[in-house]
């Protein structure tokens, strides 16, 4: 292949990034107990994001987040951890997204844990070339310090 034939395939890569991002919000402990816990959070948000590093798609949001985060433990060290954030803009409206997760933590050997999971993240306006949906299924390793 020719040098003139190398300069010429480029590879496509999608970027989305947050420049800026200040929130101010509250948030609460809606049940406490030695099994379970459900998190409620809310927020006024200011967001700055940036698809491809292009200019043209930059916005500035206002925005609010509305969070919950839910985790249970079960017998022999099982934990199941869930969260969900949907994020409404106010000033483009039709520009929102939404992220869920869910997460599975299993006792493998003493401090070696096992975690299986997905993550969903729903984006209701993206840009050419990005799809509004994302789903990842995930897997690790944790171990954890005394």
């Known amino acids: 292949m020719d040098s003139r034939r190398r300069r010429s395939i480029t590879t496509t890569r ?4 947050w420049g800026r991002k200040w929130a101010a919000g509250s ?3 809606v049940v406490k107990s030695a099994a379970n816990v459900l998190d409620a959070k809310a927020s006024l948000t200011y967001l700055h994001q940036s ?6 798609s930059d916005q500035s949001l206002a925005a609010s987040n509305f969070a919950e985060a839910f985790t249970h433990k079960f017998k022999h060290g099982v934990v199941l951890a869930q969260t969900v954030s949907a994020t409404p803009t106010w ?8 992220n869920a997760s869910v997460v599975m933590t299993v006792p ?10 997905a993550i969903d993240s729903y984006l209701n306006n993206p840009p050419p070339s ?8 995930t897997t690790g390793l944790t171990y954890t310090f005394k």
């Open 91 to 98: 000033n483009i409206t039709k520009d929102w997204l939404a």
């Open 51 to 56: 698809f491809d590093g292009s200019s043209s």
């Open 108 to 117: 493998a050997y003493k401090r070696l844990n096992i975690a299986l999971g």
């Open 14 to 17: 999608k970027v989305w990034t």
């Open 130 to 137: 990005f799809k509004k949906n994302s789903f990842q299924l």
């Open 27 to 29: 948030g609460w402990t």
